[in-house]
């Protein structure tokens, strides 16, 4: 893939999604068939881990791949667990990392920050999923969002984090009606810059890229970049949406 520093990067998380080998090409093809379509942005597709040897094309370069979670450990007796150097041998470029459904069964912030070690000895490009259950009155929310980012974190270096992508994903707008208004995710953008500026310095964080995520779709995916100012987006459903994902990269291209 030919990556530009400007372009929007969009990340497609299929999840546990689609259930056979079939509808799993459909829908790579669709994604193949809609990057020749754009020109201003990145499209890294996050199928399945065993459907990913089936999306990769020798030839056809336009879309990169992605795991939706890896091991923090390097390998050994781990049963049922996939480290970073096989995310990486099976073509993968970037990873998932500390998404909230993950963090539901039980992923930590120590455990996050783990993971992204592992992912940037092995050269994966990790998408660090951040976000707030609830936001309450007081701004308590903030302080859930500042530990995540100083935890996950911490054992970075200045190096390491210019590698980093920020996926801002508030956990009550995942599989929700309506995703946050573009407007607070401007607030919220600059907030997580502010934190990351306190760890890395401001020319960093100038340089970092946020992504946001929850319930976007190709009707709110054009504000939510433009007003929103974000540098991607992290989409779920419509991802998998054969008509909608399509629709969502049209309109994120036409911005520029
Ligand atoms: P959604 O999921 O777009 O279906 O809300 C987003 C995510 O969980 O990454």
């Not at 990913?52 to 979670?69: F, H, M, N």
């Not at 992923?107 to 309450?136: F, Y």
Request: with cysteine; charged share 25%.
């Amino acid at each position: 893939m030919n990556k530009t520093k400007n372009k929007k990067l969009i990340v497609g998380n299929w999840k546990m999604n689609p259930n056979t080998l079939e509808e799993c090409k459909k829908i790579i093809k669709m994604y193949r068939r809609e990057s020749r379509r754009v020109n201003n942005i990145d499209i890294v597709a996050c199928p399945p881990l065993p459907f990913i040897p089936a999306c990769i094309s020798r030839t056809d370069k336009s879309i990169s791949l992605g795991a939706q979670t890896l091991s923090q450990y390097e390998s050994g007796a781990h049963t049922g667990e996939v480290s970073a150097s096989i995310v990486k041998e099976i073509g993968c470029e970037y990873v998932i990392l500390g998404h909230s459904e993950q963090r539901t069964s039980g992923e930590t912030n120590s455990m996050v920050s783990k993971k992204i070690q592992m992912a940037l000895s092995a050269g994966l490009t990790p998408i660090v999923c951040v976000g707030e259950s609830v936001r309450d009155e007081a701004g308590n929310y903030m302080n859930t969002l500042r530990d995540q980012i100083k935890s996950s974190f911490a054992d970075l270096s200045k190096k390491d984090a210019k590698v980093i992508v920020i996926a801002y994903e508030p956990v009550w707008a995942i599989g929700a009606k309506e995703a946050m208004s573009p407007a607070i995710v401007y607030e919220m953008l600059l907030f997580i810059k502010k934190v990351f500026a306190d760890l890395f310095g401001p020319e960093l964080a100038l340089k970092l890229k946020i992504l946001y995520g929850g319930s976007v779709n190709f009707r709110n995916a054009a504000d939510i970049v433009s007003i929103g100012q974000v540098d991607g987006l992290l989409v779920g459903r419509e991802s998998i949406n054969m008509s909608g994902f399509g629709d969502l990269l049209k309109v994120v291209d036409m911005l520029g």
